[in-house]
């Protein structure tokens, strides 16, 4: 059957000994959506991401990320996603500019196609003034707006965000998510986890881990209308407690 | 390839504007080779010493006047009474005293025996034992000459030459080393910490996404390090042709080669170590305490392998910068060829591929 999902992953499990970090999930992001994976610490979100990513080989089951398969297809996934970290890893001692050279070039973009890029970039975040300067100095939302951007660079199908908000103030979430909008709006599908639950209204669709197993899975809308609450933070805490 | 340039250039960057890792990358090598070939010295020059002549005729003085002319020694007291020799040492003015016995000279011709007593402050034993070895040659050097002229009995005079390093300087010892240290320093230890460091920051995981394999990242960011332990081995052999005047009989070709094969060795022990550490700080240390400290106690640099106990020699084995002392030492002195020094290269490649071996099996296990 043809269809426009982007992931589709079946039966999918990842056993660190004994341990099912994550149990036999089931799921599919359509493309341009934005599907939020929210679950508590320990959960299984990162693991289950990480096999998505490539980077970590599942136990069982099956998934397919941009129609390749995470077993034997990793390297073509690679280059059709792009992922920022909690960590909004960029390096520090090198200058906005330097930064996005340097990721522009390990996703093998020509010298001409990172020049645009760039000058798009720094118009857009508004860092004409910062170009030439570190990292280290800019503050943390920056940093943030930066990275993402930097993770959008190869304009990838997919963009995987692990919490991409921590630490940051609720002004600057609010810019963060504007972006992510215009990111869908322009096609790219977008696989955020977050444990803000009010940035799990902003999503299309939200699917809820916990011990590993995905308890929930639609629009916050209808999720809210099935558990009968007002907010999604709600509808968690009574998931998580059982 | 434009990638690859691309990550190097990175590389560099991070070398460049992190002031430490510069210092320790070209300031440690110049300052180490310079400490070690001047100030820590074994040779014997211009050590104070002090005169008890109980004898005071033309015999004693004339070898005192010898050993005051020779550059090892330097006269700077005389006394007078045996009870002043204990005093003299106390004050810490002098490393020897040199004391002639009454009618020295008389004995020496009537007799053809007469002695002189050679006290060493033994507190640096291989001071004191070096400064009677000099003073003994003297003494023997002095009664030669004289016997040249009356044409008395037989003489067995024992000679002993020193080969390769004739003049004893220790700072030929001290090259090879320094250099084997130096190399594993900013080998080992500066790669470990800077793959660490991407650990830390989580860009390890982002290149890990990205479509660069693995190995390319890994290679990416070693070979900045290849290139500048290469000039650091370049200051070093130069510093000790035109600083020291230590030769290099064998060729230099060879040397490089071989400099080339221990860096890549160090190199491979810094990814294993970045594959056991997960902070730069357990890098560092791991490196320090597990890499610096047998390179320097137990290769041979600065105690000799065959004085150790039999368990610490059985350990020495497996210490690279062993093997490649005993290289750089075979072509820097002796001038030796390839064919002399098969067995240590031959070590040295086989132990590479071990830690490139292990490096790899960990690196994936962690991936897992």
Known sequence: MMNNNVIQVENLSKLFGDFAAVDTISFHVKAGEIFGFLGANGAGKTTAMKMLIGILSPTSGTATVAGFDVYKEAENIKKNIGYMSQKFALYDDLTVKENITFFGGIYGLTKKQIDQKRCELVEELGLQEVTNSLVASLPLGWKQKLAFSVSLLHEPKIVFLDEPTGGVDPITRRQFWE???????????????????????YCDRVSIMVNGKIE??????????????????????????? | MKRFVGFVRKEFYHIYRDKRSLFILFGMPIVQILLFGFAISNEINNVDIAILDQANDVTSKEIINKIAASKHFSVVDVI???????????????????QFENNFGNNLVKENNASVQILTDATDPNMASAISNYIASILQNYQQESNKNVSIDYQIVARSRMVYNSELKSVYMFVPGVMTVILMLVSAMMTSISITREKEQGTMEILLVSPLKPFQVIIGKV?????????????????????????????????????????????????????ISATQQTAMMISLMGLMLPT?????????????????????????AKWFIIIVKGIMLKGIGIGYILKETLILFIMTLLFIGISVKKYKIRLE
């Open chain 2, 80 to 98: 007078h009474q045996e009870s002043s020799i204990e005093n003299i040492f106390k004050k810490g003015k002098v490393k020897a005293v040199l």
């Open chain 1, 216 to 242: 929930a899975l639609d629009t916050p809308k209808k999720l809210k209308e099935n558990y009968n609450t007002n907010t999604m933070n709600d509808v968690f805490l009574k998931l998580a407690r059982g």
């Open chain 2, 223 to 275: 070979f900045p390090y290849i290139f500048l332990s290469v000039i650091n081995a370049i200051i070093i052999v130069l510093l000790s042709i035109f600083v020291f005047n230590v030769p290099v009989e064998g060729s230099i070709f060879l040397l490089a080669i071989e400099s080339v094969l221990f860096i890549i060795t160090s190199l491979a022990l810094g990814i294993l170590i970045s594959t």
């Open chain 1, 179 to 201: 972006m992510i909008y215009k990111a869908a709006h322009q096609g790219t599908t977008i696989f955020v986890t977050t444990h803000y639950m009010d940035e799990a209204e």
């Open chain 2, 296 to 320: 320097i106690l137990l290769s041979g640099f600065i105690f000799p392998i065959s004085s150790m106990p039999v368990p610490l020699q059985v350990i020495s084995n497996i210490i690279p």
